[in-house]
C-alpha cells in the first residue's frame, strides 16, 4: 500500500451545523492525517471550475448554488491508500443511501447538500489539491 494524498471539503451545510471539530476528530481516528487546512467561501467562478466535469449534468446549477452558499473548510488528508478509505469513510453520495456510521449518513441533509466531498481517484487528487493549496502551504 502506498501513502497518498487526497481532498475534503467539509461543505456549508456541514460547517453550519458546527461539526468541523468532530469531523476532524473522524479523521483522525480513522489513520488520517491532516496536513493542510483552509476556510473559505467561494465564488462561482472557483465553484465551476473546480466541479467542471459536472458541467454539463442536471444538478450542476444546484450543486454551484449550495457550495456558494456559505463557509467550507477544504483540507488535505494523507494516509495509505487514502482516495479508497476516504471514500469510504464519506459514505453514498446520497445520504439516504449512506451506510449508518459513514459521515454523509450523520451530517448528509440530502443528495445535493450531501455533507462532505474527496477526491475520486489519485489524479482528481492531483488537481483538487493544487486548487486550493500551493505545496509550501502543506506539511
Ligand atoms: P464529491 O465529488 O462531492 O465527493 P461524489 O464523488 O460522491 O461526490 P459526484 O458524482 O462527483 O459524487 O457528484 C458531485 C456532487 O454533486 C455530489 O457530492 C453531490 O453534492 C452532487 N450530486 C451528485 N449527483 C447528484 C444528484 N443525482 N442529485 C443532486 N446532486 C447530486
Ligand atoms: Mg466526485
Same mark, same amino acid.
Given at each position: 500500500?502506498?501513502?497518498?494524498?487526497?481532498?475534503?471539503?467539509?461543505?456549508?451545510?456541514?460547517?453550519?451545523?458546527?461539526?468541523?471539530?468532530?469531523?476532524?476528530?473522524?479523521?483522525?481516528?480513522?489513520?488520517?492525517?491532516?496536513?493542510?487546512?483552509?476556510?473559505?467561501?467561494?465564488?462561482?467562478?472557483?465553484?465551476?471550475?473546480f466541479?467542471?466535469?459536472?458541467?454539463?449534468?442536471?444538478?450542476?446549477?444546484?450543486?454551484?448554488?449550495?457550495?456558494?452558499?456559505?463557509?467550507?473548510?477544504?483540507?488535505?488528508?494523507?494516509?495509505?491508500?487514502?482516495?479508497?478509505?476516504?471514500?469510504? @469513510?464519506? +459514505?453514498?453520495?446520497?445520504? /439516504?443511501? #449512506? %451506510?449508518?456510521?459513514?459521515?454523509?449518513?450523520?451530517?448528509? !441533509?440530502?443528495?445535493?447538500?450531501?455533507? @462532505?466531498? +474527496?477526491?475520486?481517484?489519485? /489524479?482528481? #487528487? %492531483?488537481f483538487e489539491i493544487d486548487y486550493f493549496?500551493?505545496? !509550501?502551504?502543506?506539511?
Amino acid at each position: 500500500m502506498k501513502v497518498e494524498r487526497t481532498l475534503s471539503i467539509i461543505k456549508p451545510n456541514a460547517v453550519a451545523k458546527n461539526v468541523i471539530g468532530e469531523i476532524f476528530n473522524k479523521f483522525e481516528v480513522s489513520g488520517f492525517k491532516i496536513i493542510g487546512i483552509k476556510m473559505m467561501r467561494l465564488n462561482k467562478k472557483q465553484t465551476e471550475n473546480f466541479y467542471h466535469q459536472h458541467q454539463d449534468k442536471f444538478f450542476f446549477i444546484d450543486l454551484i448554488l449550495f457550495m456558494i452558499s456559505g463557509p467550507i473548510v477544504v483540507s488535505v488528508l494523507e494516509r495509505k491508500n487514502a482516495v479508497r478509505y476516504y471514500r469510504e @469513510l464519506m +459514505g453514498a453520495t446520497d445520504p /439516504k443511501k #449512506a %451506510i449508518k456510521g459513514t459521515l454523509r449518513a450523520e451530517y448528509g !441533509d440530502d443528495y445535493t447538500a450531501n455533507a @462532505l466531498h +474527496g477526491s475520486d481517484s489519485i /489524479k482528481s #487528487a %492531483i488537481f483538487e489539491i493544487d486548487y486550493f493549496f500551493r505545496s !509550501d502551504e502543506l506539511s
